[in-house]
C-alpha cells in the first residue's frame, strides 16, 4: 500500500547547492512568528541567566524569616519562599543551574545517541545488537537506583545529578534516531546514492541524519523540560541537588507544600518552566518546517 | 517508642522530603532507643536494660512484693457517649505500612499501635501518670529478691474466637517469641527470664515458667532479680497469643491472627493499603471495662502526607496527620482537640569527643552556638509557632521536671550579643563547622536558618543532608561535629531521656554526643538506684544541668501532635507518648 | 521470523542479566552496612553478627554472593527482605497487578489521545485547536507530577467534598478502593479509583506523543504517496488513516515501547501520591532502605518486562515496517 514511498526533499536540496539552502532556510524560518518569539525569549532568558547578579536585590542563598512566605510585593515582586528568600532571584540564579543541567544532558544525551541511534541504525549488526541492547539495560534500571548510587557514591553535587540524569535519558533519543535512520535507510533514494558511489558518511550526514532529525527536535525540546522536571522529581524523593541551590526544579516541588496558601511558589517557577520547554518545542516546529520546503506552501 | 528508620524509609524518603511523622513533629528525628524502642511500657522506676547488655535493673528493693490491687474492670476508663460507626485512621499509618504488626516481632510505635488495638496484655502502663495497670492480669507480686513473679490472671478472659487465655497462653507464647527461630529483634527484652539464654543457645526450648491453668496463676522465675517484670510485661513482646500463634513463624502476620483486645482483624491485612479491624464482641473490657465503641476500625495507609491530609479533608478519614508548616491553617480549620503536647524533644547535638567543639575547654563556644540560634524563629517558620521552645532537654509531662535547670536557653530567640561575648571569650579562632541533617526539606529549612544565625555571630557551617536510611548509625560512628537529632519519650519517666542519652556505657548506640563526663555519670546511676521519686528526681535534675550547662546539646523545641480530627469524632483518648486508645474511641 | 524471535528473546535475557548484574555490583559499591540495616540499627554483638551473616550469605565473598543469588533466582525464589522479612516473590505478585493496570490505563490514554490530538493537530496545522493543543500539551509535561497529583486530588476530591457535591460527582483521593477487576477491567466503582492516578501517569508523556505524532504525521502528510492518493480523489480521513498513519507511528511506537518499560516499573511518584502499591513506589521504599533482595528481585522483573516490551517494539516495527526486519536480517 505504500510501497511509494519517495525521497523526502531534504535530500535533494542535499544534492544541490547548499548555500541557498540555508538561506532559505533562514528566511522560512523568520516567518514563523512563534519559532522567532521563541528565539527571543530563549536569549532573553540566557540574559536573565548570564547577568543574574546585576539583575536581582537579594542573594540567592540569603534567607530572611521575617518575610516567610511574602505575596508578591514591590520589594519582592514574585514574593519570597518559606525561608524569606526572594523568589525573582532564586529563580534568575536558578536559570543559571536548571538551564545548564538541562542543556548539558540534552547535548550529551543528543551527541551520545546519534553515535548510538544513527550508527545502530544505520549499520544494523552487532553495533546495532549491542547499543540498543546496552540502552535496553539502561532503560529497564529503575531510575531511583541509579540516582541512589549516583549520589551515595560521588555526593549530591550538581555534576552528579548531570551525569545521572544522562544516564537514564540517551536511551529514549538513541531510539528515536535509530527508528528515524531506520525508517529513511530503506527507501529508494538512499539506495540510489548508495548505488552512485557516495561515501557512507556523505549518505549519513547528507541524506539520512537531516531526514531522521525531526522526532529528535522534539525530543531535544521535551528533554529540556524533563531534565529540569527531573530535578523537582529527585528533590520530591530527596535524592536531589541539595538546598540551598537555587534551582526550578527544586522551588516547583517545594511550593507543593504550600500550594494554596502561597501559589505564587509554584506559578513562577512552574510557569518558567513550561514557557521554557513550550518555546524550545516551537523553535523545532520552526526549524523542521524551515528544514522542509515541502511545507513552504503549508502556511 | 519511636518511628525508627525503617518508618522513614518505609514512608519513603518521599516522607522524608515533606513530612510529618504522625505522632510528633515536622521533624522528627527519633534515634533508635534499642529497648523500649517499639511500644508504650516500660515504667518510671524502672529503667529500661539495653537489650545487648541485659544488666538487670537494681530497682528491686523498691518493688519488692508489690502487690497490686485490682481495680475490678477497669479503672480510667473512657465510656462510649455512643457506640457504633467506623473510624478510618490516616494518622497512624500516613508515613507507611508498619514493617510488622505480629507483636512478637514488631519494632515501631507504629505497629504496636495497631497491635494494641488487637491485643491486651498482663498490664498496661497508664503513660500519663506512670501508674501499672492491671489489664489481663488482676494482681502480680514478687518474692523478696525480685527472682520469682506471680501473676494471677483474670477470669473468663477470652480470644476473640473464644479460646481462654490462660497462663500457659503466656507461657507458650513467650517461648515462641524468644526462640531463635522467630529471630524477634525484641527477643531480649524477656533475657531476664530463666530459660532464655538456654534457647538463645539452642541447648533448651522452655522458659523457666510455671502456668498453673487451674488456679490462673503464672510464675515467673528470673535468672537473676529484677523489679521492673510487671512494667516489662506490658510490651508487646509479652502479649498473649492463640494456639496457632504459639506455633506460628514470622509468617503469621500475613494472616488474620487472633488477639484478645477490643478488635479483632476482619481479614488479613492489606499491605500498604489498610488493616481494618472489627469490635470483638467477646472481649474482656481491658482496662475501659467495655467493649469498643467502635464497630469497625480501619488502619488507612498513606505514603505521602499532604496527599493523606488531602484525604482527610475531602471527609475520608476520621483522623489526619497535620503536614509540616500546616498546622496554624489545619488547626483553624478542624480544630486542635488532638493537638496536645507529646513527650519528644529536638535538639542540635554537639560531638563531645571532637577537637574543636567537644571537651570542657569548649563549653564557652557551644554555649555561644546555643546562644546564637533563634529558636523562635525555628519554631514560627517551621512549626506555624505550635511548639513549646525548650529550656531544658526534658519535657515538662515529665514527673520529676524542674524548669531552669541551667542558665543556658532560657531565652527564646537569638541573643547574638551574649554569642559574641561568649566567643570572645572562648578566644580561640573557630574554624568552619561541619552540620548535618537526614534529608528533608524541613531539615533543610531547619538547618539553613541556623546557618545564617550563626553566621551572624561569626561561625561558619557546612550543612551537609545525610542519607536518612543510614542517619544515626552514621552519626555514630563518624561524629560530624553538629548534627540534628530527636528524642521522643518511650514512657514518661526521667531516666528514659537522660540515662540513655548522655550516659558514658551507652555511648555504643544512644549517646550519640559521645558526651562522658564522669559526674554525670554518677548521678545519674544514684538517681537510678534512688527508690524515693524526690530524691531519684533531684539526681537526675543535677545530671542534666551538668548537660546542660555543658551545651552538649542545644535544646531546640519540645513536641506536639500533629493530628487533626473530624467533627465527627466525639472521644479520643490519646496520650503524651503517642499512643491513642483505640478501645476508647468512640464517634458523634 | 521465527529464528529473529528467538534471537531477540535470547538478547532480551542478556539484557536482563546485565541490568540485574549492574545493580548487584551498584549496592556493593552505595556504602552502608547491610547488618546495620538487619539489625534495625542497632549495636550487635559479633557472634549475633556471624550468625546474621551466615543466615543470610553475606559471610561469602561477593562473586559468592553472586551465584548464591542466581542459584535462587534460577530456582524461582527471589529472596526475602531484609527488613520486614516479606518474600518478594510474594511482594511481586501483590504488587505487579497493580502496577499493569495502572500502567495498562496510563498507556491507553497516552495512546488514545496522544496520537489522536497530533494526528489533528497535524491535520489542522497552525489551527487555533493546534496551537491550544500544543500549549496544553507541553504544559501538562511541564507541571511535576507530585503537584498535577495535588492539584487533581483537591479539585475533583476535596473541594467537591467540602461542596457537598452529589457522590458521582466526587472522586476518591487516595488508594485502591474495592480492588475489584476483571483482569484489566476495572468493575464497580472502581474506575473512580483509577481513572486520577491514570491520568496524571499518562500526562507528562501524553504531550510528549503528542507533539512526536504531529511531527510524524506531518512529514507524511507531505510525503508524494499521500499526496498521490489525494489527487486521486480519495476522501481524506481515508487518506490520512489507511496511508499515512501507518507510516507515521514508527517513532511514535518507539516512545510508547520505552513508556512501557517506564510505566511498569517507575510510576513512583503516582504511585505514591495516590498511594497505588505498584511495583514503582515498593523498589524505592526498599531501595532508600538498602534492602537489596527485594529491590534486586523486584527491579529484576521490572527489568525482564523492559525486555519483553523492547523487542515487543522491534516486532512491531517489523509488521509496520517489513522492510525493517528484512534489512536487520540481510546485515546480521
Known amino acids: 500500500m505504500a510501497a511509494t514511498v519517495t525521497p523526502a526533499a531534504v535530500g535533494d536540496a542535499g544534492l544541490g547547492d547548499l548555500i541557498p539552502f540555508w538561506t532559505d532556510v533562514r528566511r522560512r524560518f523568520l516567518r514563523n512568528k512563534l519559532a522567532v518569539g521563541s528565539v527571543v525569549y530563549v536569549v532573553l532568558l540566557s540574559l536573565i541567566a548570564i547577568l543574574a547578579p546585576l539583575i536581582t536585590f537579594y542573594g540567592p542563598k540569603k534567607i530572611n524569616p521575617a518575610a516567610s512566605l511574602g505575596k508578591p510585593s514591590r520589594a519582592h515582586w514574585m514574593g519570597t519562599d518559606l525561608l524569606g528568600r526572594d523568589v525573582w532571584t532564586r529563580l534568575a540564579f536558578g536559570a543559571r543551574i536548571s538551564l545548564s543541567v538541562a542543556l548539558a544532558v540534552v547535548v550529551v544525551s543528543t551527541v551520545l545517541s546519534l553515535l548510538v541511534g544513527a550508527l545502530a541504525g544505520y549499520f544494523g549488526g552487532w553495533w546495532d545488537t549491542i547499543t540498543m541492547r546496552t540502552a535496553d539495560v539502561f532503560s529497564t534500571l529503575p531510575y531511583i537506583v541509579v540516582v541512589l548510587f549516583f549520589i551515595s557514591v560521588f555526593g549530591r553535587k550538581v555534576w552528579v545529578i548531570v551525569l545521572a540524569i544522562v544516564a537514564l535519558g540517551w536511551m529514549g533519543s538513541a531510539r528515536l534516531f535509530r527508528a528515524g535512520v531506520l525508517q529513511v535507510k530503506s527507501q529508494e533514494y538512499i539506495e540510489a546514492a548508495r548505488a552512485s558511489g557516495c561515501s557512507t558518511l556523505r549518505i549519513l550526514t547528507r541524506h539520512v541524519l537531516p531526514n531522521a532529525i525531526q522526532p529528535i527536535i522534539v525530543s531535544v525540546a521535551f528533554g529540556i523540560g524533563s531534565a529540569i522536571l527531573l530535578e523537582s522529581v529527585f528533590g520530591f524523593l530527596g535524592v536531589g541537588i541539595a538546598e540551598p541551590t537555587p534551582a526550578w526544579g527544586l522551588m516547583v516541588g517545594d511550593a507543593r507544600d504550600h500550594l494554596f496558601d502561597a501559589p505564587h511558589l509554584f506559578f513562577f517557577p512552574a510557569g518558567a518552566l513550561v514557557l521554557t520547554v513550550l518555546a524550545f518545542t516551537f523553535i523545532g516546529d520552526g526549524l523542521r518546517d524551515a528544514l522542509d520546503p515541502k511545507l513552504r506552501g503549508a502556511k | 517508642m519511636n518511628t525508627r528508620y525503617l518508618k522513614a524509609l518505609a514512608g519513603g524518603m518521599l516522607a522524608l522530603a515533606i513530612t510529618v511523622p504522625p505522632a510528633t513533629s515536622a521533624v522528627k528525628k527519633k534515634k533508635v532507643t534499642r529497648v523500649t524502642k517499639a511500644t508504650t511500657t516500660v515504667a518510671p522506676a524502672t529503667t529500661a536494660i539495653p537489650a545487648t547488655t541485659a544488666t538487670p535493673a537494681t530497682t528491686a528493693a523498691a518493688t519488692v512484693t508489690t502487690a497490686v490491687k485490682a481495680v475490678a474492670a477497669g479503672g480510667t476508663g473512657t465510656k462510649c457517649n455512643k457506640v457504633g460507626g467506623t473510624f478510618i485512621d490516616n494518622w497512624t499509618l500516613s508515613t507507611s505500612d508498619a514493617q510488622h504488626i505480629d507483636p512478637g516481632i514488631t519494632t515501631e510505635l507504629i505497629g504496636a499501635q495497631v497491635i494494641n488495638a488487637v491485643w491486651d496484655g498482663l498490664t498496661r502502663v497508664d503513660p500519663d501518670t506512670g501508674n501499672l495497670l492491671p489489664d489481663v492480669a488482676e494482681s502480680w507480686s514478687s518474692n523478696a529478691d525480685s527472682t520469682v513473679w506471680t501473676f494471677k490472671l483474670k477470669k473468663g478472659v477470652k480470644f476473640s474466637n473464644g479460646e481462654d487465655v490462660l497462663p500457659s497462653t503466656f507461657k507458650k507464647t513467650w517461648e515462641r517469641n524468644v526462640s531463635p527461630a522467630l529471630g524477634s529483634e525484641y527477643a531480649d527484652l524477656a533475657n531476664v527470664i530463666k530459660g532464655w539464654q538456654a534457647i538463645q543457645d539452642g541447648k533448651g526450648k522452655e522458659l523457666a515458667i510455671v502456668a498453673d491453668d487451674a488456679n490462673l496463676t503464672l510464675t515467673v522465675n528470673l535468672s537473676s532479680p529484677y523489679g521492673g517484670l510487671a512494667q516489662r510485661v506490658s510490651h508487646t513482646l509479652f502479649f498473649p497469643l492463640s494456639k496457632d500463634g504459639q506455633i506460628a513463624g514470622k509468617d503469621y502476620e500475613k494472616g488474620v491472627m487472633i488477639g484478645n483486645g477490643a478488635f479483632k482483624m476482619d481479614g488479613p491485612r492489606q499491605p500498604d493499603l489498610q488493616t481494618k479491624l472489627v469490635r470483638n464482641d467477646s472481649y474482656f473490657g481491658g482496662i475501659n471495662g467495655h467493649p469498643a465503641c467502635l464497630d469497625t476500625l480501619v488502619f488507612k495507609v498513606s505514603k505521602d502526607p499532604i496527599s493523606a491530609y488531602a484525604d482527610f479533608e475531602a471527609g475520608n478519614s476520621s483522623n489526619g496527620v497535620i503536614p509540616g508548616g500546616k498546622f496554624a491553617e489545619a488547626t483553624k480549620k478542624y480544630g486542635d482537640r488532638a493537638t496536645k503536647a507529646v513527650l519528644s524533644e529536638q535538639y542540635l547535638g554537639i560531638n563531645w569527643k571532637d577537637s574543636v567543639v567537644g571537651g570542657f575547654g569548649a563549653a564557652k563556644l557551644r554555649q555561644a552556638i546555643g546562644a546564637a540560634i533563634d529558636r523562635a524563629g525555628i519554631n514560627s517558620i517551621v512549626y506555624n509557632g505550635s511548639r513549646k521552645i525548650s529550656t531544658g532537654f526534658t519535657p515538662p509531662g515529665i514527673p520529676g521536671y524542674k524548669a531552669g535547670l541551667t542558665q543556658n536557653f532560657q531565652k527564646e530567640g537569638a541573643d547574638p550579643a551574649l554569642a559574641k561575648r561568649l566567643i570572645s571569650e572562648y578566644a580561640k579562632p573557630i574554624p568552619k563547622l561541619t552540620y548535618w541533617y537526614r534529608t528533608s526539606s524541613v531539615e533543610a529549612t531547619i538547618a539553613q536558618l541556623i546557618q545564617a544565625n550563626l553566621k551572624d555571630v561569626g561561625i561558619d557551617i557546612d550543612i551537609q543532608a545525610q542519607n536518612p536510611t543510614t542517619y544515626f548509625t552514621d552519626v555514630r560512628n563518624k561524629n560530624p561535629q553538629l548534627f540534628r537529632s530527636g528524642w521522643t519519650w518511650d514512657y514518661s519517666g526521667y531516666d528514659n531521656g537522660a540515662n540513655q542519652l548522655f550516659h558514658t556505657t551507652d555511648d555504643a548506640s544512644n549517646n550519640l554526643t559521645d558526651f562522658a563526663v564522669a559526674q554525670y555519670d554518677q548521678l545519674t546511676e544514684k538517681g537510678q538506684a534512688e527508690s524515693d521519686p524526690a530524691k531519684q528526681a533531684a539526681d537526675y535534675q543535677q545530671a542534666e544541668a551538668i548537660m546542660l550547662d555543658q551545651a552538649v546539646v542545644i535544646p531546640l523545641v519540645w513536641g506536639r501532635f500533629q493530628t487533626v480530627l473530624s467533627p465527627k469524632v466525639d472521644q479520643y483518648p490519646q496520650n503524651a507518648l503517642g499512643f491513642v486508645d483505640f478501645g476508647g474511641v468512640s464517634l458523634k | ?332
Open chain 3, 1 to 332: 521470523m521465527a529464528s529473529y524471535l528467538i534471537r531477540r528473546l535470547g538478547l532480551a535475557l542478556l539484557v536482563v542479566w546485565g541490568a540485574v548484574t549492574i545493580m548487584f555490583v551498584m549496592f556493593f559499591v552505595i556504602p552502608g552496612n547491610t547488618i546495620d540495616i538487619l539489625s534495625g540499627e542497632k549495636v550487635v554483638r559479633p557472634e549475633i553478627r556471624r550468625t546474621i551473616e551466615k543466615e543470610w550469605g553475606l559471610d561469602k565473598s561477593v562473586t559468592g554472593q553472586y551465584v548464591h543469588y542466581w542459584n535462587r533466582v534460577l530456582h524461582g525464589d527471589l529472596g526475602k527482605s531484609y527488613s520486614n522479612n516479606r518474600s518478594v516473590n510474594e511482594l511481586f505478585k501483590q504488587r505487579a497487578a497493580n502496577s499493569a493496570r495502572l500502567a495498562f490505563w496510563g498507556l491507553t490514554i497516552e495512546i488514545v489521545f496522544g496520537i489522536g490530538i497530533g494526528v489533528i493537530a497535524a491535520v489542522r496545522k497552525y489551527s487555533l485547536l493546534d496551537v491550544v493543543t500544543g500549549f496544553v500539551a507541553v504544559a501538562l509535561a511541564g507541571i511535576p507530577v507530585f503537584v498535577l497529583g495535588l492539584l487533581l486530588q483537591y479539585g475533583l476530591g476535596v473541594r467537591p467534598a467540602q461542596w457537598n457535591w452529589p457522590r458521582w460527582a466526587r472522586f476518591p483521593v487516595q488508594g485502591m478502593g474495592p480492588n475489584r477487576w476483571f483482569v484489566v477491567i476495572p468493575l464497580g466503582h472502581q474506575w473512580k479509583y483509577l481513572i486520577l492516578p491514570a491520568i496524571v501517569l499518562a500526562c507528562v508523556q501524553t504531550g510528549f506523543i503528542t507533539r512526536i505524532s504531529r511531527t510524524s504525521m506531518l512529514e507524511v502528510l507531505n510525503a508524494d504517496y499521500v499526496r498521490t492518493a489525494r489527487a486521486k480523489g480519495l476522501r481524506s480521513s481515508t487518506v490520512i488513516v489507511k496511508h499515512a498513519l501507518r507510516n507515521a507511528l514508527l517513532p511514535t511506537l518507539t516512545v510508547i515501547g520505552l513508556d512501557v518499560i517506564g510505566l511498569f516499573g517507575v510510576a513512583v511518584l503516582t504511585e505514591t501520591v495516590f498511594n497505588w502499591p505498584g511495583l514503582g513506589s515498593t523498589i524505592r521504599d526498599y531501595a532508600f532502605a538498602q534492602d537489596v533482595p527485594v529491590v534486586l528481585g523486584l527491579a529484576s522483573i521490572v527489568v525482564l518486562f523492559g525486555a519483553m516490551a523492547s523487542l515487543l517494539v522491534d516486532v512491531g516495527y517489523s509488521i509496520l515496517d517489513p522492510r525493517v526486519r528484512l534489512t536487520t536480517e540481510k546485515v546480521d
